[in-house]
């Protein structure tokens, strides 16, 4: 009886010994699995603050790039303004002159 508890208890033993065997390695399997992906998500997140970062220095230029066309086209606008109103200004001179000459030519007519 003695000697068969003892056997008994060698195989319930060595079977735990085997379990607990295939519980650490299924163990170091998903730490090494989670490992790999704790390192994937690392450069995942890496990759997501580096393109951030592009993204709002892009916006940034962008931004920059704007305000400069638009001061741009503020200037042109109005150099298209005075060129305007120069040439009805000039337009207004040379009617007056026209006006005077003919005037001056009906008195020397006359």
Same mark, same amino acid.
């Given at each position: 009886f003695i000697e068969k508890t003892n056997t008994d208890t060698h195989i319930?033993?060595?079977?735990?010994?085997e379990k607990v065997q295939g519980l650490e390695r299924e163990h170091g399997d998903r730490a090494a699995r989670l490992e790999r992906k704790c390192g994937e998500l @690392?450069?995942?997140?890496?990759?997501? !603050?580096?393109l951030h970062e592009e993204g709002s220095e892009m916006i940034m230029r962008h931004g920059e790039e704007l305000a400069e066309r638009r001061h741009e086209h503020s200037r042109?606008?109005?150099i298209a303004h005075q060129e305007r109103s120069d040439r009805v200004n000039?337009? @207004?001179?040379?009617?007056?002159?026209? !006006?005077?000459?003919?005037e001056s030519?009906?008195?020397d007519v006359q």
């Open positions: 319930s033993h060595a079977m735990l010994h @690392g450069e995942h997140v890496s990759r997501h !603050m580096q042109l606008e109005d000039s337009h @207004g001179n040379l009617s007056d002159q026209i !006006m005077t000459l003919e030519l009906r008195a």
